[in-house]
């Protein structure tokens, strides 16, 4: 029951560095998501990618680009981290379907100094 | 996108019933209503989807009136591990955009 899963949990970055945040489901879904939650906030939608191959702008995009590597897979990068980008990242996948719900990984809990 | 509207926060004992009520006035003809959960350091949790009336799981009640313009999450004799944020969102058949406002955070209490 790994459902979403996203590596690393931790990272310290300096200002400047690049990181990619990966994220991977074993549910077979066709839509990904990356999300940010900053302190006392709701979650705000960063990229998402409909079906393999395609990708999407949210509310957020500035500062990240995505790759939807095959169908398990939605990586992130931050290609210049700036200290405005700590947050904690969610990754979420969701089941094609009129109806279904997002089901959400734990997290990749990222500060930049 | 139909933006929601939640209060910041609630606070129960344990073994009341618990309802949080989410407004969305501008809710279109194709959108579902859904309630997550968010414990701390973890990512949202699916708690139950409606889209009119009433839906019953075996966690929540959800009942959304005629109009479409607001809807309630019930929570049946709530315990301590309910202490959580609570999210209301609407979201269109496709599902590709979902908008989290800042959600009711629920404190319950011995």
């Known amino acids: 029951n790994a459902g979403v899963t996203q590596t690393p949990k931790f990272q310290v970055l300096k200002t400047g560095q690049s990181m990619t945040l990966q994220c991977a489901q074993d549910?077979?879904?066709?839509?990904m998501y990356w999300y940010r939650q900053d302190p006392g906030m709701g979650l705000r939608l960063i990229y998402y990618?409909?079906?393999?191959?395609?990708?999407d702008k949210g509310e957020v995009p500035n500062g990240y680009n995505v790759s939807r590597l095959n169908k398990r897979e939605f990586s992130l990068r931050l290609e210049s981290a700036a200290p405005s980008q700590t947050s904690v990242y969610f990754c979420?996948?969701?089941?094609?379907?009129?109806?279904?719900?997002?089901?959400f990984g734990d997290g990749t809990r990222l500060s930049i100094l | 996108l139909a933006k929601t509207t939640q209060p910041i926060s609630m606070d129960s004992y344990e073994g009341q019933e618990v309802n949080i009520t989410c407004s969305h006035n501008?809710?279109?003809?194709?959108?579902?209503i859904t309630w997550y959960q968010q414990f701390p350091s973890q990512g949202p949790r699916f708690i139950i989807q409606?889209?009119?009336t009433k839906v019953t799981n075996e966690v929540a009640s959800l009942f959304i009136p005629a109009d479409r313009k607001s809807s309630t999450l019930s929570l049946p004799r709530v315990s301590l591990s309910d202490t959580a944020v609570y999210y209301c969102?609407?979201?269109?058949?496709?599902?590709?955009?979902?908008?989290f406002g800042t959600g009711t955070r629920l404190l319950v209490s011995p």
């Open positions: 990618s409909a079906s393999e191959g395609t990708t």
């Open positions: 409606g889209y009119k």
């Open positions: 549910m077979n879904h066709n839509s």
């Open positions: 979420a996948s969701r089941d094609r379907g009129s109806n279904q719900p997002q089901h």
């Open positions: 969102l609407v979201g269109d058949t496709g599902f590709q955009k979902l908008v």
């Open positions: 501008n809710i279109a003809t194709n959108d579902y």
